[in-house]
């Protein structure tokens, strides 16, 4: 079955009883049994739900996986992998990373003993020469956030089975449409469900896949126990956008294009940074593992200045200025202030996170309108 049809059928049966071709909302705590034990596959709704349980199994089919796990947010389901490990265990993750997935690594699990490594993961022999005895898990985001960088997922994960670790991928900014890490490796693939796959900015979700039955019981015993479970009616939310993935993703990618070239040779922009151009330092590895290079870009200025940033980013008209990515409309954000704040300066700096730098997710509008609105903003 092709992704089209399984981002519409996968999981999801028309409703026995009635007929309906949605999946109901099944809003309800528990599940009336017929004896002890005797029961119709649920009990309890934290544990299983048959709408959020239709969203998990479309998800992973989407993914080329076994197992889904949604969760109240993409941070929750982080918060699930990471619990996965033990005190004195050892994390490699990118230095380019989202900063909300450094901040739980940072200030949450770091007091409970797990040590972290950031790295230049574009650079596999520099991660390499970080893996001990200790190394329990990889944690890959690509593309990174928000400088667009490109890890080579198939290289990590020979470095992942060769120390015994887990090997993590957040495919957020990809999504499954471009880019399926479990073929090229992974163990584990990370969503955060509220941008692409929900693709609509109404809802909050996280997700896990993967295809190892061992992982799979301890993500969802973590799921369980935890219980960070995402809510029946956002559940049917998601599998409602999950239908048009295609579609959107699709011309994400054709507006980025056109918003990406543009803004190469306006005269007030220093540097973009867009998988899709040939001078990107990792091209060629997008080009073999993605399908195409998606509507996320980051762009400097020239003289790199706050003020200038800060300007821009309030003159927009149609790009509206918000945290998160991937919905219908186009977003632009100042990562520096906003979803990088928590990241020291000199931390985020090293890493190209400048105060003049910007982040655009570009929508599905028209592209000569975002053009146009980017055009009179840079004025």
């Known amino acids: 079955m092709k992704f089209a049809t399984k981002a519409i059928h996968a999981g999801v049966h028309p409703d026995p009883t009635t007929g309906a071709i949605m999946t ?14 005797n029961h119709k596959g649920y009990e309890y709704s934290r ?5 959020r349980h239709a969203l998990e199994k479309n998800i992973a089919a989407i993914e080329n996986g076994k197992f889904g796990a949604c969760f109240g947010s993409g941070l929750a ?10 005190p004195g265990d050892e994390v490699i993750s990118t230095n380019d990373l989202y900063g909300g997935s450094y901040r739980i690594f940072r200030t949450i699990f770091e007091k409970y003993g797990i040590k972290f490594h950031f790295v230049n993961m574009q650079d596999v022999d520099a991660v390499a020469a970080l893996v001990n005895e200790n190394t329990k ?21 020979e470095i992942s089975k060769a120390a015994g670790a887990m090997l993590c991928v957040d495919n957020t900014f990809a999504t499954p449409y471009l880019q399926n890490p479990l073929d090229l490796g992974a163990d584990m693939v990370m969503h955060s469900v509220t941008k692409y796959l929900g693709g609509h900015s109404d809802v909050v979700m996280g997700a896990l896949v993967c295809s190892d039955e061992n992982i799979a019981n301890e993500m969802y015993r973590i799921q369980n126990s ?18 048009t993935l295609h579609l959107r993703v699709q011309r994400h990618c054709e507006n980025g294009e056109k918003v990406a070239r543009f803004l190469a040779t306006h005269p007030k922009i220093d540097k973009v940074y867009w998988p899709g151009f040939e001078s990107h330092p990792n091209h060629e590895v997008a080009k073999r593992q993605m399908r195409g290079f ?8 020239k003289g790199n200045h706050l003020e200038d940033a800060l300007n821009i980013v309030k003159k927009v008209e149609i790009f509206a200025l918000a945290e998160s990515l991937g919905g ?11 979803t990088h704040a928590s990241i020291p300066k000199e931390v985020r700096e090293q890493s190209g996170v400048v105060e003049s730098l910007i982040r655009l997710s570009v929508g599905v509008e028209d592209a000569d309108d975002l053009i146009a609105d980017l055009k009179q903003a840079l004025a």
């Open 24 to 37: 109901p909302i099944y809003q309800t705590s528990t599940y009336v049994q017929d004896g002890v034990g």
């Open 77 to 86: 389901a982080i918060d699930c992998v990471i619990k996965m490990l033990n």
């Open 226 to 243: 935890s219980g960070a479970v995402t809510a029946p009616m956002d559940s049917f939310l998601v599998l409602r956008g999950i239908k």
């Open 47 to 51: 544990t299983q739900n048959p709408t």
């Open 137 to 157: 898990m990889i944690w890959v985001e690509t593309p990174t956030n928000p400088m667009m960088n490109i890890i080579d997922i198939e290289a990590m994960a």
């Open 294 to 301: 998606g509507g996320m870009i980051s762009f400097t200025l």
């Open 328 to 338: 219908v409309e186009s977003l632009i954000g100042h990562p520096a202030t906003m």
